[in-house]
Structures are given as C-alpha cells and as structure tokens.
C-alpha cells in the first residue's frame, strides 16, 4: 500500500476521534475514489493513484468554488475553499511559479518545441515532472505563453 493511502487511512482515524466532521468528510471521499480506481480500474494504488484522485478533486473543488462566487454563493464557496485546503495537505510541496517557468524552458529547450502545435510534447515532458506539484490548468498558460 502506499505511503500517502496509509497517511490518509490514518487521518481519517484521527478525524474520527477528534470529531473533525468536515475534514472526515474530505477524507472519506477521497479514500472512496481511491478504492474506485483500485477496484473499477484494477490499479495497484501508489503515491502518483493517490496524488491524481487529489488533483481530480482539486479542479472540482476549484471549479465549484468558482461557480458558487460568480453565483453568489459565498457559504458554499468557502465550504468548498475549506475541503481544498484539507487536499492540499496531502500534496507534494508545490512549485514556485520561477521553478515552473523554468522547467517549461528547459522542456521547450529539450524537445525542440517551436510553437503551440508542439504544446503536446512539452506538457508530456514536463508531467511526470511536476505531478501534483502545480496546477496543471496553470501550467498551461504558461506553456502557451511560452510557446505564444
């Protein structure tokens, strides 16, 4: 089993006997999305199963938080900030945006890129790389950015 299952295995406990509902909440339904990928997609569970249900939670968290301030939800939102900041827990330490652009320089230095048509080959150079480290929505920009 993974380092990061067992950690998040052993908050929930934790959560439990302290009476931490919301953070239970969180936790539980991560721990429910990483029993679907075992079970439903017969996926040995490592670190990089675990950091990819997180960033999967994340950009729905962050999309719905998004959604309740333009509707102005702002009760919703924050509840939906909170269970962020509970997954941003279990996430490697992240990126700086100077380490990110320079990652991006590198790859586009590395896979000869010239333009947006080669924004694929940078991003499948730059992915294992920087896996739960930066928002790839983010990463993104950067790369067209970079390539624009």
């Known amino acids: 089993m993974s380092d990061l299952k067992t950690r998040v295995l052993e908050d929930i406990k934790t959560a ?18 990483i029993k679907q990928r075992e079970v439903v997609d017969s996926v040995e569970i490592t670190d990089a199963v675990v950091i990819a249900s997180i960033e999967k ?5 962050r999309d719905s938080e998004s959604q309740f301030r333009s509707g102005n939800r702002p009760d919703l939102a924050d509840k939906e ?17 100077a380490e990110v652009e320079a990652l991006i320089a590198q790859a586009v230095a590395e ?24 928002d790839m929505g983010k990463l993104s920009g950067l790369i067209k950015a970079a390539l624009g």
């Open 16 to 33: 439990m006997k302290s009476g931490e509902r919301e953070r239970l909440s969180v936790l539980r339904m991560l721990n429910s999305d």
């Open 57 to 61: 939670m994340l950009k729905q968290r």
């Open 81 to 97: 900030a909170s269970e962020i900041a509970v997954l941003l827990h279990y996430l490697p330490q992240q990126l700086t945006t």
């Open 111 to 134: 896979t000869g890129a010239q333009g947006g048509k080669d924004m694929g080959k940078v991003m499948g150079w730059l992915k294992p790389k920087v896996a739960g480290k930066t």
